[in-house]
């Protein structure tokens, strides 16, 4: 059966690193499709990096290099568990990955990193190693932030949305592990699907008149160039005016994106299409609304993509000076 370990990237007396080992552990076990190990650097207790020659030859020197390769060699896949240290991850996790090479090299391995914004340096450095080690890294991440998702900084109650994001990871180390890199889907695709999910969770919010819902969509600096004037509207709360204005408009509102083509980098993203809402106004009388054109910016933030720029415009006729609004996509 598959093997994946779940290593703990700190040592010190007192680290967090453990709980959230565990919790990923604990969640993991209820699995059927792989068996999954923690591993204490503290079990293995490596000098600064001693061997003379680089890991990459695969001479090893000393009993306590071969004791660590064997360990990591047992593994198919792993999940590294991070704290962010000085913006980045520990040194001794650092030092640990630096003694081998061929024992990382084609293995799968995801992220779940902790610190005061969800660890994101440290997890962004990790990756940028693991590739650089051959390591297929997949896409989903779990970033947990000391502030919200530990009582009293303390002990750990990640929200829900984390336990889904850590089986989302589960998925993806299991499957590339299982069965190699072309089971799971590409980072471009899983990107795609995300913004893809964004923007269906804004239709539902604003079909649903969520506010609230709507405000999570959004980072809290969002500049929007929305369709009614002033030239910008600056911040969360201008951006949910606009919303709200539109819920008083209409009764019941219908709110539909066609031509939707998301376009993902590491942690940007842009996606453009069409735009039209439709319903009952508020006096009764059914509206079939203009098509607009809509363009969505993203940035990820602490693990989530959330959009911090948008633009919905409609054609000007120059002539007259007028917006054109009759246009189908
Ligand atoms: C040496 C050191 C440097 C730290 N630097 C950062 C940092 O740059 N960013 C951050 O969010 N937290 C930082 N922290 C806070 C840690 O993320 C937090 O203490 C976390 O619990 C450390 O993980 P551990 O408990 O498993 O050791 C730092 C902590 C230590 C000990």
Same mark, same amino acid.
């Given at each position: ?11 010190r007396p007192g680290r967090k690193g453990e709980q959230v080992a565990q919790w990923?552990? !604990? ?12 591993? &204490? ?8 990096? &001693? ?32 704290? !962010? ?63 919200? &998702? ?149 940035? !990820?933030?602490?693990? !989530? ?20 609004? &009759?246009?189908?996509?």
């Amino acid at each position: 059966m598959t093997r994946i370990g779940i290593l703990i990237g700190s040592t010190r007396p007192g680290r967090k690193g453990e709980q959230v080992a565990q919790w990923v552990h !604990e969640r993991a076990a209820r699995r059927g499709d792989a068996e999954f190990e923690v591993i &204490d650097l503290l079990d293995h207790p490596l000098p600064h990096l &001693d061997e003379p020659l680089p890991a990459l030859t695969g001479q090893y020197q000393h009993g306590h290099t071969r004791a660590w390769a064997d360990t990591i060699a047992r593994f198919d896949g792993f999940v590294m568990v991070t704290p !962010e240290y000085n913006a980045s991850i520990p040194g001794v996790l650092k030092n640990a990955i630096d003694y081998l090479s061929a024992e990382w090299t084609h293995k799968a391995v995801g992220f779940v990193s902790y610190g005061a914004r969800g660890g994101a340096r440290a997890a962004r450095q990790l990756r940028a190693l693991c590739e650089l080690l051959r390591m297929s890294a997949v896409t989903p991440q779990v970033s947990l932030s000391l502030h919200t &998702d530990f009582e009293n900084q303390a002990t750990l109650k990640p929200g829900a949305r984390h336990v889904s994001a850590l089986d989302t990871l589960l998925d993806h180390v299991v499957a590339q592990s299982t069965e190699g890199p072309a089971a799971t889907p590409t980072q471009r695709e899983t990107g795609e699907a995300a913004i893809r999910r964004h923007v269906d969770g804004i239709i539902d919010a604003v079909q649903a008149k969520d506010l609230e819902g709507l405000r999570r969509r959004y980072s809290t600096d969002v500049v929007s160039f929305d369709i009614d004037p002033p030239l910008q509207h600056v911040g969360i709360d201008a951006k949910l005016k606009n919303w709200a204005n539109v819920f008083t408009f209409f009764q019941e509102v219908t709110y539909e994106v066609r031509d939707l083509m998301p376009t993902v980098g590491e942690d940007v993203a842009f996606a453009h299409g069409f735009g039209r809402l439709s319903g009952t106004l508020s006096d009764g009388r059914a509206v079939g609304g203009m098509w607009v054109r809509v363009t969505f910016c993203f940035r !990820e933030i602490d693990g !989530e993509w959330l959009i911090t720029h948008d633009q919905v415009s409609v054609p000007l006729d120059i002539l007259s000076g007028k917006g054109v609004v &009759d246009l189908e996509p």
